[in-house]
């Protein structure tokens, strides 16, 4: 008999659950977004799959990236369409 077997299978679902969440800070995402957004913006491979993690679970750092995205682009005079598309598959 395993009284204790339900509440460590609660606990597993509970750290794979966890281990789904971004491992990457908000203060680590804010300090590598603008790498993230010339990289979107030149159509580069995808090289900082923690930070694509962060933005996929993080509605606020999304946001701010967005935002960052479409002022480089006007910035850079080019258009962001395809860059905010990588991003909306974040
Ligand atoms: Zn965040």
Excluded: K
């Amino acid at each position: 008999m395993t009284p204790a077997r339900r509440v460590t299978t609660q606990e597993l679902l509970g750290r794979l659950t966890f281990s789904a969440e971004p491992w990457m800070s908000c203060d680590e995402c804010f300090e590598a977004v603008d790498g993230y957004v010339e990289m979107l913006l030149a159509e580069a491979p995808d090289s900082i799959p923690g930070l694509r993690a962060h933005l996929a679970a993080c509605s606020a750092c999304l946001e701010e990236c967005r935002s960052l995205l479409l002022l480089a682009a006007a910035d850079a005079g080019v258009d962001p369409g395809r860059a905010l598309e990588r991003l909306g598959n974040a």
